[in-house]
Nanobody
Framework: QVQLVESGGGLVQPGGSLRLSCAASGFTFSWYAMSWYRQAPGKERELVATISAGRSTNYADSVKGRFTISRDNDKNTLYLQMNSLKPEDTAVYYC?????????WGQGTEVTVSS
């Protein structure tokens, strides 16, 4: 079965860094684009970054220049390197893959940016 498991979240101070991971299984990881979304309390889930099967990337304006999405196809793992973190980055971060008409989500990993 398709499974996405996020990890790496935690509490960091403003200006700090964090690296999120998403371990994928149950499908041919290298064939599909992968994305990171986030959802802050009381807000809608928003797209943070996407990486294609060919490793081209796109970022939300709010994270451009600070976050880097990458993938290791040999390890079936998606990453999100987050630098220069701001309090407004506080959210639950979700890994996503769209397979045909179905979107698959991980359970999320919580990131809190606070002093």
């Amino acid at each position: 079965q398709v499974q996405l498991v996020e990890s790496g979240g935690g509490l960091v101070q403003p200006g700090g860094s964090l690296r999120l991971s998403c371990a994928a299984s149950g499908f041919t990881f290298s064939w599909y684009a992968m994305s990171w979304y986030r959802q802050a309390p009381g807000k809608e889930r928003e797209l943070v970054a996407t990486i294609s099967a060919g490793r081209s990337t796109n970022y939300a304006d709010s994270v451009k220049g600070r976050f880097t999405i990458s993938r290791d196809n040999d390890k079936n793992t998606l990453y999100l390197q987050m630098n220069s973190l701001k309090p407004e980055d506080t959210a639950v971060y979700y890994c996503n893959c769209r397979l045909y008409s179905i979107s698959y989500w991980g359970q999320g990993t919580e990131v809190t940016v606070s002093s």
